[in-house]
């Protein structure tokens, strides 16, 4: 969160890993949905993590299996 944002500043943060760039005035609405985004692709990425590691259990099990 800036009071000053330039395009600039904005590509520095997002590579720094920022997941949103807001600018002064903040609106409470916007603060919301972006804080509700994020939280949303922190489930999936969590979940994303969670099938990989069950599908490759279940590839390692098959791979015994056939020995």
């Known amino acids: ?11 520095e943060a997002m590579k720094e890993g920022a997941y949103d760039f807001m600018v002064k005035p903040l ?3 916007y603060i919301t949905t972006v ?24 590839t390692r099990d098959l791979s015994v299996d056939r020995q």
Do not use: D, S
Not at 1 to 11: L, P, Q, S
């Open 27 to 29: 609106k409470r609405a």
């Open 35 to 58: 804080v509700k985004r994020a939280l949303e692709k922190q489930v999936l990425v969590l979940e994303n993590l969670q099938l990989r590691e069950r599908l490759k259990n279940q």
């Open 1 to 11: 969160m800036t009071a000053y944002g330039t395009i600039e500043t904005a590509v």
